[in-house]
């Protein structure tokens, strides 16, 4: 399983979506300057919530979610002293998002349900767990689970919050569902209520009122 850092970011105000979105790439360029950092952090994929999904059950309280693949958990500690990072990437932070991203960033381990290369879009569920379940059950539980079996549906990937979530973001679980596009994504998913329709999956593990989802699009990725 590897070590991720997720985030699940709300713009500047000051920003549009589309202008968030350029900002964001611009902040990520700006880690080519840390040599720490590339050497922490495997691959970036930032994904923009879809302003109009057409979908029941979604979120439109935030405005991205980053996927990070880390060395490993050690990393994900380090990379928030590192004097590059607290140099260049933080005093940038204020300008993209409305704090800074050590404050909406959750650390996971990953497990690959269903194989296959990420699509265009993704449905990311933030997910708090069942009021019967301890976290450690709920991880054991999240990371062992199948798959959704959902028409049009590609890559799905389970993570479980391994490290002490910030302040609001109390999530014990992610969840990545990906589609070649927003027409596949609607095809899965018809008129259902998106947390409807994983329900049965996610059997008795979420409280699925509790918890977030968000229709995002790949808008930069490295390497």
């Not at 850092?5 to 713009?11: F, T």
């Not at 500690?77 to 993209?96: C, G, N, Y």
Request: hydrophobic letters at 40%; a positive charge.
């Amino acid at each position: 399983m590897n070590a991720k850092m997720i985030y699940l970011a709300r713009r500047n105000p000051a920003l549009d979506l589309p202008g968030f979105v350029q900002a964001w790439r611009e902040h990520s360029a700006l880690g080519r300057q840390c040599r720490n950092v590339q050497d922490k952090v495997r691959s970036v994929m930032q994904c923009a919530r879809l302003a109009d999904p057409g979908l029941a059950g979604l979120s439109a309280d935030h405005d991205g979610v980053n996927l990070l693949q880390l060395r490993d958990l050690q990393a994900a500690l380090d990379i928030w002293s590192d004097p590059e990072t607290l140099a260049i990437m933080r005093p940038d932070e204020p300008r993209v998002f409305d704090r800074h991203v050590r404050d909406f960033s959750l650390v996971c381990r990953e497990a690959v349900r269903r194989d296959g290369p990420p699509g265009e879009v993704c449905l990311v569920g933030f997910l708090r767990r069942s009021p019967s379940l301890s976290a450690a059950a709920f991880a054991q539980a999240w990371l062992q689970a199948g798959a959704a079996s959902l028409p049009h549906g590609g890559r799905v990937v389970h993570n479980a919050v391994q490290l002490p979530a910030p302040p609001g973001y109390d999530y014990d679980g992610i969840g990545e569902w990906w589609f070649d596009g927003t027409a596949s994504a609607r095809a899965a998913f018809g008129r259902q209520d998106v947390r409807c329709a994983l329900g049965p999956q996610l059997g008795g593990m979420a409280d699925l009122q509790r918890s977030l989802f968000i229709l995002t699009q790949v808008t930069h990725r490295r390497p």
